[in-house]
T-cell receptor, first 114, second 117 residues
Framework: AQSVTQPDIHITVSEGASLELRCNYSYGATPYLFWYVQSPGQGLQLLLKYFSGDTLVQGIKGFEAEFKRSQSSFNLRKPSVHWSDAAEYFCAVGHQGGSEKLVFGKGTKLTVNP | GAVVSQHPSRVICKSGTSVKIECRSLDFQATTMFWYRQFPKQSLMLMATSNEGSKATYEQGVEKDKFLINHASLTLSTLTVTSAHPEDSSFYIC?????????????FGSGTRLTVV
């Protein structure tokens, strides 16, 4: 069965510092991978997604993620974090990205220090 | 584009009553809708998948008689929590799969905070 592991429950970085959030997946076929961000009491906003092609994916708000099949990873990065990036981040894996359900990781809470 | 509007955003109800949560796709047709539940500081847990015009498929452990899902049209799906109890208090989020013409993926509603007192 597919699964997603986000090893870091909570990460704290200083504003302006770089960020990397880890995501590992287990999936039998070609995965469709997503990163979402959730502010408290809000729904999920898509940051970026990967289906095929270039393994380095650019998203909104300056985020990027790199798909590494050999490591079953899809880590999220940002070169310089802003205070407004403080939120919960979820990695998810699906099949066709449509009728198939998403499986979410447990999330990583990001705290940004001034 | 591809917006799902979810209402209400917050609801407080008395124990034993029923609550309906609506999700509407505003600018596309949502063939498949997913309903999730999220406990504080936890991830999203899929409750059920509904396809327009068909009965919903519930995940293991989810009581289908308690969480009624209706997806009668391509733009509206509803989740009704029947005979709600305090343990049903949670954050409920709907998600629609995007049509291939828009692009692969999913769009999420803004969530409903249900508190049962």
């Amino acid at each position: 069965a597919q699964s997603v592991t986000q090893p870091d429950i909570h990460i704290t970085v200083s504003e302006g510092a770089s960020l990397e959030l880890r995501c590992n997946y287990s999936y039998g076929a070609t995965p469709y991978l997503f990163w979402y961000v959730q502010s408290p009491g809000q729904g999920l906003q898509l940051l970026l997604k990967y289906f095929s092609g270039d393994t380095l994916v650019q998203g909104i708000k300056g985020f990027e993620a790199e798909f590494k099949r050999s490591q079953s990873s899809f880590n999220l990065r940002k070169p310089s974090v802003h205070w407004s990036d403080a939120a919960e981040y979820f990695c998810a894996v699906g099949h066709q990205g449509g009728s198939e359900k998403l499986v979410f990781g447990k999330g990583t809470k990001l705290t940004v220090n001034p | 584009g591809a917006v799902v509007s979810q209402h209400p955003s917050r609801v407080i109800c008395k124990s034993g009553t029923s609550v309906k949560i609506e999700c509407r796709s505003l600018d596309f047709q949502a063939t498949t809708m997913f309903w999730y539940r999220q406990f504080p500081k936890q991830s999203l847990m899929l409750m059920a998948t509904s396809n327009e015009g068909s009965k919903a498929t519930y995940e293991q452990g989810v009581e289908k008689d308690k969480f009624l899902i209706n997806h009668a049209s391509l733009t509206l799906s509803t989740l009704t929590v029947t005979s709600a109890h305090p343990e049903d208090s949670s954050f409920y989020i709907c998600s629609a799969s995007l049509p291939t013409g828009i692009g692969y993926g999913y769009t999420f509603g803004s969530g409903t905070r249900l508190t049962v007192v």
